[in-house]
């Protein structure tokens, strides 16, 4: 999967490339992340599909966060904004936590995953695949590098896990049993790109794929916020899935990011909503 995942440079706009970093759906998981780690304090944070360090900023997304500039995710992008750059889920968090937090990366991409070293207070193993460590680290098997970094993030007092896969919806059957696993033990932030709004078939699977969830959380907490991908007739949409037993408690928290979802929403659609020429 690793090797069909690109992002687009800065000034290229080649239509076949698929990733625009620090697009609607980075500023909404930075945007939860920034009410997330505050309310939260983990002492461990690991992202297992972690991307690069940074990116370049591009100039639409400099035109993204002038239409939030109010919001608290300005503040926490602006030395970013002045290096001009976009920082991945786990440099950002970096940035907000205290030193003593230990924050862990992990990416199949070697180039990517190398991209880390050069970040001061991020733990970086060895590239490896994100499903197989946590299969691992779920049956206690070969519990070295990676694998034992993610053991002490489940096991930590308060954790926080990063899944960002690129497209979680092509794989769910196959990697829920994990994910749900990892809820049990910590709190998961789980990124969805959810293009249901395609087809039927898109539908009826994302349907599926929320019930099992459902199911098979039980009585773990899980609170949901999903954005347009776009505000232009949108065919996909961003999804953020907060889940685990410490989610329960944070009442304070549910009510900020319902209000940061709402206002991330409210802003990329009403851009395009009217016009007059
Ligand atoms: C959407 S990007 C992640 C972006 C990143 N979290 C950030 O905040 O910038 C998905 C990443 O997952 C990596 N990837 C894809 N499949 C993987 C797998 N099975 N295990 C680990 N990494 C994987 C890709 O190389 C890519 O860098």
Redesign the pocket.
């Known amino acids: 999967?690793?090797g069909t995942?690109h992002w687009k440079e800065g000034k290229s706009d080649s239509r076949k490339l698929l990733?625009d970093?620090g697009n609607w759906g980075?500023l909404f998981k930075a945007a939860w992340l920034t009410r997330i780690l505050p309310a939260m304090n983990p002492d461990q944070v690991c992202?297992?599909?972690?991307?690069a360090a940074t990116y370049e900023l591009s100039s639409r997304t400099r035109s993204r966060m002038q239409i939030i500039a109010d919001d608290l995710l300005s503040q926490a992008m602006e030395s970013f904004v002045k290096d001009a750059v976009w920082p991945?889920?786990a440099t950002l968090c970096r940035s907000l936590l205290v030193p003593s937090a230990k924050v862990t990366v992990?990416?199949?991409?070697e180039e990517?995953q190398e991209s880390y070293r050069h970040q001061t207070g991020i733990a970086v193993y060895e590239p490896d695949?994100?499903?197989v460590v946590l299969s691992d680290v779920t049956k206690q098997h070969n519990t070295d590098g990676i694998r034992s970094a993610v053991c002490a993030c489940l096991s930590a007092e308060t954790g926080l896990l990063i899944l960002?896969?690129?497209d979680v919806l092509a794989v769910w059957r196959e990697v829920m049993p994990v994910i749900i696993s990892a809820a049990k033990k910590t709190t998961v932030l789980l990124y969805v790109y959810n293009r249901s709004a395609k087809n039927e078939e898109r539908l009826r699977d994302y349907r599926a794929f929320c019930s099992s969830m459902e199911k098979e959380l039980g009585g773990i907490s899980c609170m949901r916020g999903r954005i347009a991908a776009d505000g232009f007739l949108p065919k996909a949409h961003h999804e953020l899935w907060l889940m685990g037993d410490g989610v329960a408690k944070q009442t304070e928290l549910a009510a900020t990011l319902e209000a940061v979802t709402m206002k991330l929403e409210d802003a990329l659609r009403r851009a395009s909503c009217f016009s007059v020429r």
């Open positions: 999967m690793a995942w990733y970093p980075d992202d297992l599909f972690a991307g991945s889920a992990c990416d199949l991409d990517r695949d994100a499903w960002d896969p690129f």
